[in-house]
């Protein structure tokens, strides 16, 4: 079973620079997450889907940050204009069906390293 | 909103077993304990979940006592290569779905 595939695995841009990331999760998982992990930090929920709508995206700076998933599959996450406290690991996961039932497993991909200059 | 209290590092040595407990005072009835793991440039990878009394599967242990407000992961016989954080996860059953937030996690060095 392929994993949650994650492009680029590396970015570097400069400050008001825009930059996006995409997401392919696990076949058939209705769930994708948007983690923001700055370092020696935990991952951060930034926006969660539950198919293509949005369910949570209350930790989303949305004057900046936006995020779609067309067809309910990919995703991408996009940041503009960058900030230098943008630069972190973004980490896109997926689940069968989310949390309803009060446990899940997410599946997280490798993550895209931004540097912001 | 679940939140959980772990150290924020430990060590131990290659053989042996570790032990990190976890602290989730204000979980909710619905809620999971799950443990993840992450390896530097990796994302977090599942390793057990339980909602009380013992679980176990061929990576890991957890123990979770009748109150359930703390957890314990147990990984026996430790290796080089379970150098990691470990992070402590239970559900926040607030709004219509759950959503996992990641403390700080602990950092384990298993040195040989």
């Known amino acids: 079973e392929a994993g949650v595939a994650q492009s680029p695995r590396y970015k570097i841009i400069e400050k008001r620079q825009s930059v996006a990331f995409w997401c392919n999760p696990i076949?058939?998982?209705?769930?994708l997450y948007w983690y923001q992990q700055i370092l020696g930090q935990g991952p951060k929920l930034l926006i969660q889907?539950?198919?293509?709508?949005?369910?949570?995206d209350s930790q989303l700076p949305k004057d900046r940050f936006s995020a779609e998933r067309l067809k309910g599959v990919d995703s991408t996450l996009k940041i503009q204009p960058a900030k230098l406290e943008d630069s972190a690991v973004y980490l896109c996961a997926s689940s069968l069906e989310g949390m309803i039932s009060g446990k899940e497993t997410q599946y997280f991909g490798p993550g895209t390293r931004l540097l912001v200059l | 909103l679940a939140k959980t209290t772990q150290p924020i590092s430990m060590d131990s040595y290659e053989g042996q077993e570790v032990n990190i407990t976890c602290s989730h005072n204000n979980i909710a009835t619905n809620d999971y304990i799950t443990w993840y793991q992450q390896f530097p440039s990796q994302g977090p990878r599942f390793i057990i979940q339980?909602?009380?009394t013992k679980v176990t599967n061929e990576v890991a242990s957890l123990f979770i006592p009748a109150d359930r407000k703390s957890s314990t992961l147990s990984l026996p016989r430790v290796s080089l290569s379970d150098t990691a954080v470990y992070y402590c996860?239970?559900?926040?059953?607030?709004?219509?779905?759950?959503?996992?937030?990641f403390g700080a996690g602990t950092r384990l060095a298993v040195h040989p």
């Open positions: 076949s058939g998982h209705a769930t």
């Open positions: 889907f539950q198919n293509n709508g949005v369910v949570d």
């Open positions: 996860l239970v559900g926040d059953g607030s709004g219509g779905y759950n959503k996992l937030i």
């Open positions: 339980g909602y009380k």
